[in-house]
C-alpha cells in the first residue's frame, strides 16, 4: 500500500546573503562523474528533497560515482543534488541508530559520531559520499568478508517513487523495493531518508598491519588467512608486473585498537592538499605508472610493519588529496572493478589480470579485496570471491580493453561495480546479470514510464535517452 | 553558551548553528516553518546542542518578531548571542518587473530586519549586554547594475548595523555584520559561481570567529574583502560597463 504523498511546506524565503551576481535563473553547469566523464545540465539542490524531488529525473550525491550513474540522460539534462539536504533527523544512543536526510556526508557522520565512540558499520575507500549514494550504490568496504555490503545495516529508506508517491521501505515494508533500492543505483526512486546502525568502537584508532607479498598466488593465500583473524583487509597489487612477479603487493589489514592501547587523544585533523588544475594527460603514462608502482611497493618495506594508524589514513588515504582524480587530466579514466566468484580460484583473478596487464592495461590504483556473503540488494555488487578494481586512464582504446575483460569475466561468472562503470555494454551487462529482469519488474511496478533514470540506465537497461 | 538564530534551518544559518551546536551550545530556533525547525532542531541536538528550542518567527509578519525573540530569549535563560540570516534575495530583472516583490524585499530586508534588531538590542541590553550578528552583503558596498535594489537593501541595513554598534557600544552589545559573497547553498546551486565562491561551512568558521572577537564587520569569505576594497575603488565610467 502506497502511503499519501505528504503536504508540502510554503516555499520559504530565499537566503539573500548568498548571491553578489545578478543571475537569478538556474544556469546550465558541469555536472560530472568522478572519472571526469560529464555533461551539461540543469542542477538544482533544494533542502527539501520531498518537495524538489517532485519532477526529479535523477538524484545525486557528491558525484563519486566515477561513471555516468550520477549523469541524467541526455535528452533531459536536469538532476537534483541532495547535498543540502544533510540534517541528522535521530540518533538513539541506546541503540547507534541513526535517520538523516539523503545528503548526509559519510564525512559528517565521522566527524559527529567518532569521537563519541561509534563509527559506520561499512565505509567505502572516501568519506566524501552521501548517505544517499552508499544506498544506491551498496556500497562495501575492507570488512565485506565478515560484515557485507552497507544495505545489511539499513533498516529503513524514504523514497520518492517514479510514480510520484513517497514511500518508505524495509525488510518489513515493500520489502522488494527495498531490495531493489539497495545497489539499485537511484533507479527505483529518488532517496531521501536513510535510516541504519552505527556502530559501537573501542577507539577511533586503527590497530594495523602492512605486509609485503610477491605474488599473486601468496597473495590471494594471506588475504584468505588474514580474514579469519582481521575485519578490515584490502591489498595493493602491482598490476602491470608479469612473469612470477604479477600480483605482487602489499596487503593492510587492521582493526579498531582497544582502548588500552590507543592514543588517549582524538585523532586530529589531517591537512589535505588540493590538486588545482587538471594535470597534461602525459602525467599518467605507462612509464609515470609503472615508476610509481615500483616505488610504491619498494618503500613499503621502509615503513613500520605494524602499529597504531590514524582512522582516516587507514580508510581514506586518497582523501587527503582532494580532486585528485584531476592528475588524470581531461580526458579523465574510469575505473574497471568486478569481482571473480570464489569458484573461479586464484587462476579466475590471474586470468583477468593477465586481459589487464597483455592489453596495458596500466593502472596505478588496483586494489584487491575478498568478498564475503550476497546481500539483500538485487542488484548489489558483491558475490563470494575476489574482487579486482583497477583505474584505467581513458584512452582510445580503453572501450576494447573493457570489452575484453568483461568477456572473461563473464566466462568467469563474475560481474561489474556500477558506481564505477562507464563503459560495460548492455549486453555484456545483460550477460553477467541474471538479476536483471527481477530488479526491472520491481521497477516498473513503481515507475512504469521510467521516469526516474541515469546516463547509466540509458546505456545498460535500454531506458528512454 | 546560549545562541538565538533567526535563518538556521538553511545555507551559512545552518552551518553557524552546527558550529555552536558542535560548541555544546543551547540555541533557540526562530523560523516559520514549524516542520523545517523541528527537523533542524533534531539535527542541531544530535551534533551536540543541549538544547533547539524552536520558536514560530516570520519576517514578513513583524507582530511575530517580539514574541518570538521574548520566548526564545525566555526559553534560554540568557542569551548571549543574537543570529539574524533570513532575507529575501530576489534579480535585478524580476524586481523590476514586479513592483510588489521590490517592496516585500524591502519591507524584509530593511523594515522587518530592523525591527528584529531593534527588539533584540533591547533584549541584549535588559540583560547587559551581548553579541548581536547580522547577515548583509557585499551587494550593498557598492551600487552595480544586477543589485541595484537588493543591494540597496543592503546598503541601508549595513549602515544601520554600523550605526547600532556605535550607539550600543556603551551598553556591552557588539554588534557583527556580516557580508559574505557568493557562497554554494542550495538558492545558488545552477548559478554560475564567480571566483572565490565560499561554502557555509568555511563562512561558518569566518563569522563564529568574528562573533567570538567581535569585529564589527566581517568579509566571509575573506578574500571578498579585498575584492570589495578594490570595486569600490572602480570609477564610475568603468561600472557603466562592467556587467557585475
Not at chain 1, 88 to 110: Q, W
Not at chain 1, 196 to 208: D, T
Not at chain 2, 22 to 41: F, K, N, V
Not at chain 2, 68 to 97: N, W
Request: with cysteine.
Amino acid at each position: 500500500m502506497k502511503p499519501p504523498e505528504r503536504h508540502e511546506p510554503d516555499p520559504v524565503p530565499r537566503d539573500p546573503t548568498s548571491a553578489i551576481a545578478g543571475a537569478a535563473s538556474p544556469a546550465w553547469t558541469d555536472v560530472r562523474g568522478w572519472g571526469r566523464l560529464g555533461m551539461r545540465a540543469i542542477e538544482t539542490a533544494p533542502q527539501d528533497l520531498i518537495v524538489g524531488s517532485r519532477h526529479a529525473v535523477l538524484t545525486r550525491g557528491l558525484g563519486r560515482s566515477y561513471g555516468d550513474a550520477s549523469l541524467p540522460p541526455a535528452s533531459r539534462p536536469e538532476v537534483m543534488s541532495t547535498r543540502a539536504a544533510d540534517r541528522i533527523l535521530a540518533f538513539d544512543p541506546s541503540t547507534g541508530v541513526l535517520r538523516a536526510e539523503a545528503g548526509l556526508s559519510l564525512r559528517s557522520v565521522n566527524a559527529v559520531f567518532m569521537r563519541r565512540g561509534w563509527f559506520p558499520p561499512v565505509t567505502p575507500g572516501t568519506q566524501y559520499v552521501t548517505l544517499g549514494g552508499m544506498v544506491a550504490a551498496d556500497v562495501h568496504g575492507k570488512n565485506h568478508h565478515v560484515d557485507g555490503g552497507f544495505g545489511e545495516h539499513v533498516s529503513r529508506v524514504l523514497l520518492r517513487t517514479g510514480d510520484g508517491h513517497v514511500v518508505e521501505c524495509s525488510r518489513q515494508s515493500n520489502p522488494s523495493l527495498f531490495a531493489a533500492t539497495l545497489g539499485g543505483m537511484g533507479l527505483t526512486g529518488h532517496i531521501l531518508e536513510v535510516e541504519f546502525a552505527l556502530r559501537p568502537i573501542p577507539s577511533p584508532w586503527i590497530q594495523h598491519e602492512t605486509l609485503r607479498i610477491p605474488d599473486l598466488g601468496a597473495f590471494l593465500e594471506q588475504l584468505s588467512a588474514s580474514a579469519a583473524h582481521w575485519p578490515f583487509t584490502v591489498g595493493w597489487i602491482d598490476c602491470l608486473k608479469r612473469g612470477a612477479a604479477m600480483g605482487r603487493g602489499v596487503l593492510i589489514r587492521g582493526r579498531f585498537a582497544d582502548a588500552s592501547r590507543a592514543p588517549r587523544s582524538s585523532p586530529p585533523e589531517i591537512s589535505r592538499l588540493r590538486v588545482p588544475f587538471d594535470a597534461p594527460n602525459v602525467v599518467m603514462r605507462d612509464g609515470v605508472m609503472r615508476t610509481l608502482n615500483a616505488v610504491y611497493y619498494a618503500t613499503r618495506g621502509l615503513r613500520p610493519a605494524a602499529g597504531i594508524e590514524h582512522p582516516e589514513k587507514f580508510f581514506y588515504p586518497l582523501d587527503a588529496l582532494l580532486d585528485w582524480n584531476r592528475l588524470y587530466g581531461r580526458r579523465g579514466f574510469t575505473q574497471y572493478q568486478c569481482v571473480v566468484p570464489r569458484a573461479a580460484g586464484p587462476d579466475g583473478v590471474e586470468r583477468m589480470l593477465r586481459v589487464l596487464t597483455d592489453r596495458g592495461g596500466s593502472s596505478f590504483l588496483c586494489v584487491i579485496k575478498d568478498c564475503g556473503a550476497e546481500g539483500l540488494g538485487t542488484l548489489s555488487f558483491p558475490m563470494p570471491g575476489i574482487s579486482i578494481a583497477a583505474d584505467l586512464p581513458v584512452r582510445p582504446q580503453t572501450q576494447a580493453l573493457v570489452d575484453a575483460l568483461n568477456e572473461t569475466l563473464i566466462a568467469l561468472g563474475g560481474r561489474v561495480y556500477l558506481a564505477k562503470d562507464s563503459f560495460t555494454r548492455a549486453e555484456h551487462f545483460r550477460a553477467m546479470e541474471p538479476r536483471l529482469p527481477r530488479f526491472l519488474a520491481e521497477r516498473a511496478r513503481w515507475d512504469r514510464e521510467r521516469r526516474i533514470r541515469s546516463a547509466l540506465s540509458v546505456r545498460l537497461m535500454g531506458d528512454p535517452p | 553558551m546560549n545562541v538565538l538564530i533567526l535563518g538556521a534551518t538553511r545555507g551559512m544559518g545552518r552551518a553557524l548553528a552546527r558550529k555552536y551546536a558542535a560548541r555544546g551550545a543551547a540555541l533557540a530556533l526562530l523560523g516559520r516553518d514549524a516542520e523545517d525547525l523541528q527537523r533542524t532542531a533534531a539535527d542541531l541536538v544530535a551534533r551536540g546542542a543541549s538544547a533547539a528550542v524552536q520558536v514560530a518567527c516570520d519576517l514578513e509578519k513583524t507582530e511575530t518578531i517580539l514574541p518570538a525573540l521574548h520566548t526564545g530569549s525566555t526559553a534560554l535563560g540568557r542569551v548571549d548571542v543574537i543570529v539574524l540570516t533570513a532575507g529575501i534575495y530576489a534579480s535585478q530583472e524580476s524586481l523590476e518587473a514586479s513592483p510588489d516583490l521590490t517592496e516585500k524585499l524591502l519591507r524584509v530586508n530593511l523594515i522587518a530586519t530592523i525591527r528584529f534588531c531593534e527588539a533584540a538590542r533591547e533584549v541584549l541590553a535588559v540583560q547587559g549586554g551581548g553579541t548581536l550578528c547580522v547577515f548583509s552583503s557585499v551587494a550593498g558596498d557598492r551600487g552595480r547594475k544586477p543589485v541595484a535594489i537588493y543591494g540597496a537593501s543592503k546598503a541601508a541595513l549595513s549602515h544601520y548595523l554600523e550605526s547600532i554598534g556605535y550607539r550600543d557600544h556603551e551598553r556591552g552589545i557588539k554588534v557583527v555584520c556580516v557580508k559574505p559573497g557568493f557562497v554554494h547553498t542550495d538558492m545558488t546551486a545552477g548559478l554560475k559561481p564567480p571566483p572565490f565562491a565560499g561554502d557555509p561551512d568555511a563562512v561558518a568558521d569566518v563569522v563564529i570567529r568574528a562573533i567570538d572577537r567581535g569585529t564589527p564587520v566581517v568579509y566571509a569569505p575573506r578574500i571578498w574583502g579585498l575584492m570589495m576594497a578594490l570595486i569600490k575603488r572602480l570609477p564610475r565610467a568603468f561600472m557603466r560597463r562592467a556587467k557585475f
